[in-house]
Nanobody, 121 residues
Framework: QVQLVESGGGLVQAGGSLRLSCVASGSIFSVDVMGWYRQAPGKQRELVAAIASSGNTNYADSVKGRFTISRDNAKNTVYLQMNSLKPEDTAVYYC???????????????WGQGTQVTVSS
């Protein structure tokens, strides 16, 4: 089991910045991917950004150039720095953890409880 605890959401004006953090604990794999998804009211959950333990990153087109994902492997923590926020970034942001067991190839997927980000115009 992996537990994910998020923090850093809140209310900010358009053009402002927020930094989300997610700490993972439990049965952490040495090779994994951590990331952030978001879900706005009435919309499907979508990938925002992800970062592998190797450091490779992936971003949604809508946040490229504005958001930066990073991680501290020693602290099992992933961060999402969100700059130039727009009202359309308003959503619940969920931390995500993915790993594949090297022995069994079983996938391990976990979600955080979510943190609200609201951007006012």
């Amino acid at each position: 089991q992996v537990q994910l605890v998020e923090s850093g959401g809140g209310l900010v004006q358009a053009g402002g910045s927020l930094r989300l953090s997610c700490v993972a604990s439990g049965s952490i794999f040495s090779v994994d991917v951590m990331g952030w998804y978001r879900q706005a009211p009435g919309k499907q959950r979508e990938l925002v950004a992800a970062i592998a333990s190797s450091g490779n990153t992936n971003y949604a087109d809508s946040v490229k150039g504005r958001f930066t994902i990073s991680r501290d492997n020693a602290k099992n923590t992933v961060y999402l720095q969100m700059n130039s926020l727009k009202p359309e970034d308003t959503a619940v942001y969920y931390c995500h953890y993915f790993a594949r067991s090297p022995a069994t190839l079983r996938e391990h997927i976990y979600w955080g409880q979510g943190t609200q980000v609201t951007v006012s115009s």
